[in-house]
């Protein structure tokens, strides 16, 4: 593992709380992602990759902007893994990153229509950008 | 009975029948929803990292308003209440993060979790009465074949929000029976609508959404119900089918016979 991965690694682990360990690898967190085909990584790919410290790989796959934080491989979870919050840290790590945001206020006016929550900008923007 | 309510922004909005058919119904039912003073917008996601404090503060500020007036505090949009419940469950729990907050706000009182967090839904159930909002119903929607969709929000995580049971839900049809329609029970009812995606990628909420509408429609539904502005925006929007998704407060007012004051 590199240098700049083991730290990623930490960061990844401390931002999330998750204690990937307790992984069984029985795969029910991807079984019901609803974005399973979207996902370059699955989410219970996230898990096992941030054990093996490929975190570089996940940062740069757009698998990290594909999880619509459903909760659902969470709250499924029979090890209380919760590989959610996997994702969002890697995600965070990429964004967090300076000048790389992922959505730009400037990218939003084009995205609008009449009908579009102010939810959905928020919670996209909350998700995409730091 | 009185309770603090926060609305949240898409319901000042984008969602403003969401809102409006609420506080009318409210009143028909003999409680009333106090605005809170000087809310701001909850963040619409929870954030999953425990070291993210700065965007959980307005909620934090809600809920302390909340227990300054000595009132329980009322959500009704699914984000709204996801966020805020997760935030108090946070206050509750983690003492770290409990003085990072309290640090921050400087509140007079600091705060640690002691608001009780409603959803409108649960403000029915457990303080109205599925019975008494029967007996209140003047216009029963007899007849009428009505799909719940709960999405993610109202129910994950079941530990922190305790609304339902996540897998086998059953407070809105129970509210649906409530006001005379039928119940009509789909797979899908608890399963992603694609939220956010639709900025990123609508190619895969319009996946999303169209799964769940055409679940809905196989099981003999003609109107689908939700809490939330954006399952409502994506199920209309990017599902490409015709079935009319509405607020469930709408039919709650009109069963009741306040919907033409709108």
């Known amino acids: 593992m590199s240098e700049s991965n083991k ?9 999330s709380g998750v204690d990937v360990l307790k992984c069984m690898r029985c795969g029910k967190c991807t079984a019901t992602c609803p974005s399973f085909d979207e996902m370059e990584y699955h989410p219970h790919q996230f898990v096992y990759m941030v054990e093996k410290g490929q975190i570089e790989k996940l940062m740069n796959s757009d698998s990290i902007y594909k999880c619509l934080s459903c909760f659902a491989c969470l709250e499924r979870c029979p090890r209380q893994v919760e590989p959610a919050k996997l994702i969002e840290a890697v995600r ?11 959505m730009k206020a400037d990218d939003i006016p084009a995205l609008l229509d009449e009908d579009l929550p102010q939810q959905a900008i928020t919670s996209a923007m909350r998700k995409y950008s730091k | 009975m009185k309770f603090s309510y926060f609305p949240g922004c898409t319901l000042k909005t984008k969602a403003k029948d969401l809102d409006f058919y609420a506080r009318a119904s409210a009143e028909a039912l003999g409680f009333t ?7 701001q917008c909850c963040g619409a996601v929870y954030p999953m990292s425990h070291e993210e404090i700065a965007p959980k503060l307005s909620s934090v500020r809600a809920l302390a308003n909340a227990r300054d007036l000595g009132q329980d505090l009322v959500t ?9 419940k997760q935030t108090n469950y946070e206050m509750q729990t983690s003492p770290m993060d409990r003085d990072m907050a309290n640090r921050y706000l400087k509140l007079e009182t600091p705060y640690s979790g002691e608001t009780t967090v409603l959803h409108y839904l649960e403000v029915l159930r457990d303080r109205v009465g599925f019975d008494k909002i029967k007996e209140k119903v003047v216009n029963p929607l007899t007849g009428r074949k009505i799909a719940a969709y709960y999405g993610c929000l109202l129910l994950r995580p079941s530990s922190v929000m305790k609304m339902d049971d996540p897998e086998n839900p059953s407070i809105l049809e129970d509210f649906i029976r409530a006001i005379g329609a039928e119940p009509v029970i789909y797979g899908m009812r608890n399963e992603c609508c694609g939220g956010y995606i639709t900025l990123e990628d609508k190619a895969a909420a319009e996946k999303r959404s169209s799964i769940i509408m055409k679940d809905a429609e196989s099981h003999g539904a003609e109107t689908v119900v939700t809490a939330c502005p954006l399952c409502m925006y994506n199920l209309r929007k ?25």
Do not use: D
């Open chain 2, 76 to 84: 009704l949009c699914s984000a709204c209440h996801n966020v805020i």
């Open chain 1, 7 to 15: 730290l990623l690694k930490e960061t990844v682990l401390h931002t």
């Open chain 2, 238 to 262: 990017n599902s490409g089918s015709k079935l009319p998704v509405v607020y469930f407060t709408e039919l709650l007012a009109e069963a009741l016979g306040v919907k033409e004051a709108r």
């Open chain 2, 33 to 39: 929803l106090e605005e809170l003073p000087e809310w």
């Open chain 1, 92 to 102: 965070l790590a990429a964004v967090r990153r300076q000048g790389m945001n992922h």
